[in-house]
């Protein structure tokens, strides 16, 4: 069989099996990506015998091995973002929001620390019985 055909069965064998793994999980996806593109991959096997054609051919059969490797990284992107939209939407499913509820109330903030005080010393002194009783802060004659 020449490297030629191989390369087809390869692209074939591969698109077939991108297809049947749709919705798969990303880990399979990843090592079938492995398996093909990768260093010791089935596509850099199929490049390692380029060497063993006659110089008229190389150009010809090099431009359809990085055609094929074009088209298979795509599928294989493809494939990837189909798995991590499912899991989005796997994951949106599981995580219901109701969105007409009322959303959490910002506490905005503390008194003043001396004006706590303050209230808290004419408690005691209500308590005790004395009257508070709001006036001018200073007193003149004039």
Do not use: C
Not at 51 to 58: A, S, V, W, Y
Not at 74 to 88: G, H, M, S
Not at 113 to 136: N, P, R
Request: glycine letters at 8%; proline letters at 2%; aromatic letters at 4%.
């Amino acid at each position: 069989m020449d490297l030629q055909t191989q390369l087809q069965e390869l692209k074939t064998s591969m698109q077939a099996k991108l297809a049947e793994m749709r919705g798969e999980h990303s880990k399979e996806l990843q090592e079938l990506r492995v398996a093909v593109l990768g260093k010791k991959g089935s596509l850099t096997d199929l490049l390692k015998g380029l060497k063993d054609l006659p110089n008229e051919e190389r150009p010809k059969v090099g431009k359809m091995v990085n055609e094929v490797r074009d088209v298979l990284t795509e599928a294989f992107d493809e494939a990837t973002k189909i798995v991590e939209a499912a899991k989005i939407q796997a994951q949106l499913d599981s995580e219901s929001l109701d969105v007409t509820l009322p959303g959490r109330q910002v506490k905005l903030g503390n008194r003043h620390i001396l004006s706590q005080t303050a209230e808290e010393i004419e408690d005691i002194f209500l308590g005790m019985g004395f009257q508070i009783v709001d006036g001018f802060e200073v007193e003149t004659d004039y």
